[in-house]
């Protein structure tokens, strides 16, 4: 065998391997294909995992939704998908599975990691494909409802809880199959709550602070929805299964309820925003919609006393109709640890609703479940949450820890469980809702 051959035999068996352990892996250097490429494997995760929240308008601080804004962040975004810091989902999906999760699997974030050190490569479109290089733009709401004006957030760092009223104007009573809140200051809304009025006898209370005693005064005007929708922060849009809709009345007002964090800073604003989508199909079924609230906790009083952690159980029931679950909204402020939901029925079944044993305050969602859940008539929805109320919670807003009570502001505790449902039908846990 001549010089040369050996010489080729030598750098295939020994010099190859070697490079492929010092430099980064890239197929391509080699004359082969990449392994990963972003259109084939990358895009259709990042769309369905990572998109809607870093798109124009939404909570991400950064675009991910063409090739050229996944790239540059690609190390960053292998980092926190092997962490699993991103993306943030807090429901345990071993209890419960949700229409919209975001969870990425052992095999995706290596495939990310592959890519990465591949060398991000682009590949070629399949124009047959189904997923598109950029997000459609959103779709047009039917009812855009803006604060009149702009809201001066008071700079003395306290909490501030303030209601406005929009009037929607609507000709006639419409369903809703999507509710979307927009905070016009991302950084100092904290929460808000929509409700719903016909006597416009509650117009004078907007611009009100929620401790102004003539408040008290509107009480006698119950809002017809007390609970329309939820905003807090990491929440998405609500959208209700296909045939179905919330209904709003004709020429009802929108009461808002919104809290703002404390404020230091001057001349900072809010001009927040709330949008109907309203349904063009025949509606057959109306959403409804119970909330499971402090005040139905069995070991009161509702206090959480400094330098220790407190589990508190509540309940609701028994329901009085078969019913069908759309979607759920658990909250709790900064002390929270766990959240877990279950309805137990006549018979001792019990079905589960959600489950988190890492609470985070910053990453709250209205969970959808991936097929309605029958909750049948005589079940009772049964809560458990734990509060850690010592210097071990990172979480805690106060130092040295203090005893803590029910409050809306940061520095005090909730503890509510809103559903969505429907009047239950037959077949209603076997269909796909959003077919």
Known sequence: MNKNRLKKLFLSYTLLPAL????????????????????????????????????????????????????????????VTRTRYMPPWKADRDFQHYRNERFLTDAE??????????????????KKTKVEEKIQPAARPDLSLQVPDPYLIPTNSTDDFRFFTVPSKLPADKYIKKIEFLPGNKRLVHHSRLMTDTTHKVRSIHGMSANDPEVSKFEKYPPVDKFLYGWVPGNFAIEFPKGTGKKIYKDSDIILNIHYSPNAREKQTDQSTVNFYFTQDTVLREVYSLAVAEDNISNPPFEIPANEKKTFYSSFGPIPIDISAVAILPHMHYLGKTFKAFAVTPDGEAIFLIKIDNWDFNWQDTYQFSKLLKIPKGSTILLEATFDNTKDNPANPTSPP??????????????????????????????????
């Open 20 to 79: 492929t352990l010092i430099l980064p892996v890239n197929n391509a250097l080699f004359g082969q294909s990449p392994l990963y490429t972003f259109y084939e494997h990358i895009e259709p995760v990042i769309h369905k995992n990572c998109t809607p929240c870093h798109q124009p308008g939404q909570a991400g601080p950064f675009n991910l939704i063409t090739y050229e804004d996944v790239s540059r962040k690609g190390e960053f975004i292998a980092r």
């Open 109 to 126: 974030i290596q495939m990310i990691e592959g890519w990465v050190r591949g060398g991000m490569e682009k590949g070629k479109r399949n």
């Open 402 to 435: 203090q005893t803590v009570t029910y409050g809306w502001e940061t520095k005090k505790e909730m503890l509510d469980f809103v559903l969505y449902y429907l009047v239950y039908k037959e077949g209603d846990e076997t269909a796909d809702p959003y077919e």
